[in-house]
């Protein structure tokens, strides 16, 4: 249930970036900016549902410190930072940067989401959570 949801939700976020990297690699820059809005929100949104309830739900159980949970958090904040960048560049009309950090949070993006998808995900379908409930309260997260 939460491996299928969130699993989801990462496929809707690289379509939200597909069309964005289309219009950098074509200069077509109103369309950029345009398309980076629902592209950012999508991400923050993801990023969160985890931050703010799925993660939470998981520490109750196997307990916070440097483990994996970790990880992602410091990872999420690096793809923040990347994202942000990547808006700069837009705005900058700067092709060059905007294809590079785009190139970056692609890569960044999808060795987390492997994580995720593989360990984290599994991990959380195997504790005694309300997977329900869990996916009612991150339906509802706002970005
Ligand atoms: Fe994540
Ligand atoms: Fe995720």
Redesign the pocket.
Same mark, same amino acid.
């Given at each position: 249930m939460i491996q299928e949801f /969130?699993t989801r939700?990462?496929r809707e976020c690289d379509a939200l970036y597909a069309p964005l990297e289309e219009a950098i690699s074509k200069g077509e820059w109103d369309r950029a900016l345009e398309l980076f809005v629902p592209f950012k929100r999508g991400m923050l949104r993801?990023?969160a549902m #985890?931050e703010e309830v799925l993660f939470p739900a998981m520490e109750e159980f196997v307990g916070g410190g440097e483990g994996p949970i970790y990880v /992602?958090k410091m990872e999420h904040n690096q793809i923040r930072s990347i994202i942000n960048s990547l808006g700069e560049a837009i705005e900058a009309k700067d092709q060059q940067k905007a294809l590079g950090y785009g190139e970056t949070f692609m890569i960044m993006t999808q060795q987390?989401?492997m994580k #995720?998808e593989q360990i984290l995900y599994p991990m959380a379908e195997q504790l005694p959570l309300d997977q329900n409930g869990i996916v009612e309260k991150m339906e509802g997260v706002e970005p």
């Open positions: /969130m939700d990462h993801h990023f #985890e /992602m987390h989401n #995720e």
